[in-house]
Each structure stands twice: as structure tokens, then as C-alpha cells.
């Protein structure tokens, strides 16, 4: 027979797993919600070239615009989070980026739309680090610990999943506005149910504003991902190009410097003396990269070349990112028992594997079957890769510092994925206009039709010309423009999987030994932590 006190021991403790669990599934909610945000313009692509008819980069900077305040505000808001609690900012990022959804739903032109991404951005700049640290800091044994984060990623991945169809959906049978009134209206409910349910924690022992670090790195990593971006459009030679490169050396040097400075840093730079980390970190910067560039390119690929409907390129994101809802009881456990080395460098193999088949398709080749196994691979390698590289980052740290781990591990995942359409933008689009330019002096075309046709490229590069109508005269040259495009965008596949096949080799060759100096879960339990790889001093 239990006793009283047995009994009001096992109370407490089923009460305390009751918050936990309420905060688990807001912050699952929150993150998938920041996901859904950031993938939907994929699908829209698309829609965007026909209704706004962008420019240059002017395509790449819709996705940008969002992706750019995430990477470069996510240390700050780690901070905020361990500062000021976790649940405002959960609340508040919400709240913001259903503001973001609003202004680029009723956006009629570019620059309307890239506000209305940017206020999303700092939105879902809040919610990355600081649900991933509401989940690490509300899971005390190795096991939930494992399982949140495995839930976590899933949750991820399943934004990435939603997007597409919701995008898909509304764009096939509304229009491009719609998809951003829904996540908007997504927003508004998530924003509540976390007000109401999640539970507050904040780690604020050591820690305060450091505005030097948050300067230095805002205005550096800006200039280096505007200067990728705007190289292609601007030219690499140019002026404003080369003087962002510049200004991004400096201030990313200056930014270490104020951390080797600061009382209380944004990001502890002695973190990085963990090897593992460190190199996990690279993996991290790199394998997402590669991912986020396959997803662009397959957007512009069967949305903007081959003009599809968003609701047949929302197919080829689902196989991108829907594996992680059914593998996720799989990695889980996996991530309990198995070397997450092992599976990381399995999931990036995956991924690469998936690129190099997808650059050996013809750009003529619109079938979803010819699409279904290449993408298979790069999802179900995402899928593994997402979930193991994150939680390596986390559990070579101190449980101290959860906050600013998570926050540095949102932050190079996002950076990660911001480099992908910058790059790979740059890189097909350079290549594109180079065939085309040749293609175009070689062919039998008429002079008038040349001279028309190079205008219009002039202008907005190969993806004007192909959107030209065929009955025009410079729309005689859009079986060019269809071709050089299909080789700029092979050549940025073959750059994905070449990136994720680094990736994999590094995490072979650098990553050993992880399971082997990890406390005991008694260990730990007794010191009240979760189990994690012994760090490294900091």
C-alpha cells in the first residue's frame, strides 16, 4: 500500500511534468509556426515572377528578407530570453509575425512585400533560439532530453512540411496573399495558446546586453549576405560588392574582439573550445546550407522555369521535408542509443547523394516521378541530419549555458539556410547568364530577335526571357533561356551535394568519441544536469 507521503511525492511530480509538457507542445507549436513562415515563399516563387515580375536578385531577396533578421538577431534574442524570460518572447514573436504576414498579404509591390518578410524574420528571430531553449531547459535526464529534441526538429521539419501544401493550396486555387493571410490568422492562434499555456524560464546568472557584440555582428553578417546576394545582379567587380565584403571582414573581426572584451558576452566565444562543437558547428553552417539550397533551387526549378503550379512544386516539398513525421519515433530512439555522429553522416550521404541525381535531370523533365526519388533521399537525409547535429550542439555544453547554445546553434542552422538561396542563386544565376549569352550568339535566330532578346536579359537576366510569351519576338529565344537556366541550376545542385558530402566526411573524420566521454545519466542526475559530453573549459 502506498503511503501519504509516497503518494504527495508522485503528486508534485506528475503536476511538475504537466507544465513541462504544456511547454513542449507551445514550443513545438511556435517553431513549426516560424517554419511554416519561412518556407511558404517557396512554393510561391512562382506566382511572385508573374504577378510582381522581380529583377536581378530582387526574387532571392523575398526569401532573404525573412531569413536575414533570424540569422543576425538570434544570438540577441537568446540573451533577451535568459534576461527577460522565455514565454515573452515566445508570445511576442508570434504576436510580430503575424504583423509581418498582414503587411506582405496586402503588399502590391516588391519593396512592400521584403517589409512584410523582414517583420516576419524578426518575429520567427525570437522563436527559433528561444523554443529550443524553453524544450532543453524543461527536460532534466538524457532521455527527454533526446525525445524533446527529436520532437523539436520534428516540429521544425513539419513547418517545412505544412508550408508547401498550405502554399500550394491557397496559391493554386486563391492567390499568393491568401497563403500569407493564413499563416497570419496561424499566428494570432499561436500567440495565445502560448500566453495561456506555456511556462516561463529564463537562465539571466551572468548574463546582460552586450550592444558592442549585437552592433558589430548585425552590420557584418548584413554585408556579407547582401554582398553574395547583390553579386550576381551587381557584378562581383562592383563598388557596393566589394565595399560590403569589406565592411563584413571588419565588422565580423570586431565583433571577436568585443566578445574577448565583454563582461557578459552575446556569444561565449570559448564555447568553441569544445571541440566537438566546434566542429559541429561547421557541419552545421555547411549541411544546412546544402539543404536550404536544394529546397531554392527546386523552387525555381519547377516553379519559375517550368511553370508549375504552386500546388505541383508544393509536392516536391513535401518529399523534402514530410520524412521527419515519420521518422521521428525512429530518431528518437536512434539518438538514445546510436553515435548521432553516425546518423548525422548517414542523413548528409543522403542528402548528397539526392543532389547529384537531381543535377543529372533535364530541365524539360517536368514528371513528379522523376522528382520523387532524389528529393526521397534529400529529405530523409534532412530529416536525420537536422535532428543528430542539433543535438550534439546542445549536449556538449554546460547546462548553464543551454540558452546561449541554442541560440548560437539557431543561429548558424539559419545561417546556414540564408547562405543556401544567396549562393546558389548567385552561382546559377551567373552560370545561366553566361550559357545564355553563348547559346544565344551561336543560334540561327534573326539580329532584331538577338538584339530584343539581350535587352530583356540585360534587364532581368535569363528568368525575364523565360518568362516572356513565345508569340513575342524576343519570346523566340525562350527555349535558350529554359536551357541555360536548367545547366546554372544542375551546377547548383551539384554545389548542394558537393557541400553536404564535405559535410559528411568531416563529421566521419572529426566527430569521436562522443558517447564515450559522456557522464552517466546517474552522474548527472545526481548533479541535477542532463547527460552531455563533458565540455571542454569555457
Not at 177 to 183: A, D, E, G, N, Q
Not at 430 to 439: D, E, K, L, P
Request: hydrophobic share 50%; glycine share 10%; proline share 6%.
Amino acid at each position: 500500500m502506498t503511503s501519504p507521503r509516497t503518494k504527495a511525492v508522485e503528486d508534485r511530480r506528475k503536476h511538475a511534468r504537466l507544465p513541462r509538457k504544456a511547454t513542449l507542445i507551445t514550443s513545438c507549436l511556435a517553431v513549426c509556426l516560424a517554419q511554416i513562415a519561412l518556407a511558404m515563399p517557396a512554393t510561391l516563387n512562382g506566382l511572385f515572377q508573374q504577378s510582381l515580375h522581380p529583377v536581378g536578385s530582387q526574387l532571392t531577396w523575398i526569401s532573404d528578407a525573412f531569413l536575414l533578421p533570424v540569422t543576425v538577431l538570434e544570438l540577441t534574442f537568446g540573451v533577451l530570453g535568459d534576461l527577460f524570460g522565455r514565454k515573452r518572447l515566445l508570445v511576442g514573436g508570434t504576436a510580430l509575425l503575424a504583423v509581418g504576414e498582414v503587411v506582405a498579404a496586402t503588399a502590391g509591390d516588391i519593396p512592400q512585400l521584403w517589409t512584410g518578410q523582414l517583420l516576419g524574420g524578426l518575429g520567427a528571430a525570437a522563436l527559433f533560439p528561444t523554443t529550443l531553449a524553453m524544450v532543453a531547459a524543461g527536460t532534466h535526464t538524457p532521455r527527454d532530453r533526446a525525445r524533446g529534441i527529436a520532437v523539436w526538429t520534428a516540429s521544425l521539419s513539419t513547418g517545412g512540411f505544412v508550408a508547401p501544401v498550405l502554399g500550394g493550396i491557397s496559391g493554386t486555387y486563391g492567390s499568393w496573399k491568401l497563403s500569407f493571410v493564413i499563416v497570419a490568422a496561424l499566428a494570432v492562434i499561436t500567440a495565445l495558446v502560448c500566453w495561456l499555456l506555456a511556462e516561463d524560464s529564463s537562465s539571466p546568472e551572468g548574463r546582460s546586453l552586450d550592444w558592442g557584440g549585437q552592433i558589430t555582428i548585425l552590420i557584418g553578417l548584413f554585408a556579407l549576405l547582401y554582398a553574395v546576394i547583390q553579386g550576381p545582379t551587381d557584378g562581383w567587380g562592383s563598388p557596393s560588392v566589394i565595399g560590403s565584403f569589406v565592411v563584413a571582414a571588419v565588422f565580423l573581426v570586431l565583433f571577436v574582439l568585443a566578445e574577448h572584451r565583454a563582461r557578459s558576452p552575446l556569444l561565449r566565444l570559448g564555447l568553441f573550445r569544445n571541440r566537438a562543437f566546434t566542429i559541429v558547428s561547421v557541419i552545421t553552417v555547411v549541411g544546412m546550407f546544402s539543404f536550404l539550397g536544394t529546397a531554392y533551387a527546386t523552387s525555381i526549378r519547377i516553379g519559375v522555369i517550368q511553370h508549375q503550379s504552386p500546388l505541383r512544386t508544393s509536392m516536391a516539398f513535401v518529399l523534402l521535408g514530410g520524412f521527419s513525421l515519420v521518422l521521428t519515433p525512429l530518431i528518437s530512439r536512434l539518438l538514445e542509443r546510436a553515435n548521432p555522429r553516425w546518423l548525422l553522416s548517414g542523413g548528409l550521404l543522403l542528402m548528397a547523394t539526392g543532389d547529384f541525381w537531381m543535377a543529372t535531370l533535364d530541365i524539360r523533365e517536368t514528371s513528379l516521378g522523376a522528382h520523387l526519388a532524389p528529393l526521397g533521399l534529400a529529405g530523409i537525409g534532412y530529416a536525420f541530419s537536422i535532428a543528430s547535429v542539433t543535438a550534439v550542439a546542445v549536449n556538449t555544453v554546460p547546462v548553464r549555458y543551454t540558452g546561449m547554445a541554442s541560440a548560437s546553434t539557431s543561429l548558424l542552422r539559419d545561417f546556414g539556410f540564408t547562405l543556401g538561396p544567396a549562393l546558389i542563386g548567385a552561382v546559377a544565376l551567373g552560370q545561366a547568364a553566361s550559357a545564355f549569352r553563348s547559346g544565344l550568339s551561336a543560334s540561327s535566330l534573326p539580329p532584331a530577335t538577338q538584339a530584343a532578346a539581350t535587352e530583356v536579359a540585360r534587364a532581368g537576366g535569363p528568368l525575364a526571357v523565360n518568362s516572356l510569351p513565345p508569340d513575342s519576338a524576343p519570346g523566340q529565344a525562350v527555349s535558350l533561356a529554359r536551357d541555360a537556366l536548367g545547366q546554372g541550376y544542375s551546377l547548383g545542385y551539384v554545389v548542394c551535394g558537393t557541400a553536404a558530402l564535405m559535410a559528411c566526411l568531416l563529421a566521419v573524420s572529426a566527430l569521436r568519441g562522443d558517447r564515450k566521454n559522456a557522464p552517466s545519466p546517474q552522474e548527472s542526475s545526481a548533479a541535477g544536469t542532463p547527460a552531455t559530453t563533458a565540455p571542454e573549459p569555457l
